[in-house]
């Protein structure tokens, strides 16, 4: 449990601060390691419920980053739309997922905030529509 705690802490800490060897030009590349992390109680991952080879429980995002990406993204953007305030956001910053894992700390959130701010709008769904009348 140690090495992996220790592990969600070196990808939070290496993506926040930019300290990976190349400059990291896809801000879900941090998001997606965090979610592939293999399920377990003291894992943050969506990997054997969500990600993997095949569908298990509930929506399957997909098996690799760009699979996972293209189902935000594409098929479906309705999980993100609203950004901070999206239904994938709420999820994981409320606790609801990952089921029988552990709750995204602020730090990890962060990380998939800075993802978001680029792919979805930042105003929650509600406001965003009320502001575009």
């Given amino acids: 449990m140690k090495i992996r705690s ?9 993506s ?6 190349y400059a990291q030009e896809n801000p879900f590349d941090a998001v997606f390691a ?11 991952g969506c990997r054997g419920c969500h990600i993997g080879p095949g569908p298990a429980i509930g929506t399957y995002f997909g098996n690799t980053q760009d699979e996972v990406e293209m189902t935000f993204t594409v098929d479906r953007p309705d999980l993100i ?4 305030g999206s239904t994938l956001a709420s999820f994981l ?7 029988s894992g552990s709750l995204w700390t602020d730090c990890e959130l962060e990380l998939l905030y800075t993802w978001l701010d680029q792919v979805a709008p930042t105003l929650p769904v509600a406001v965003a529509t009320e502001a575009t009348r």
């Fill in 34 to 44: 965090l979610m592939t992390q293999d399920r377990a109680p003291d894992s943050p």
């Fill in 6 to 14: 220790a592990t969600r802490l070196a990808i939070a800490l290496l």
């Fill in 81 to 84: 739309e609203g950004g901070r």
């Fill in 16 to 21: 926040a601060m930019g300290a990976t060897a």
């Fill in 93 to 99: 910053r409320d606790g609801l997922m990952p089921l």
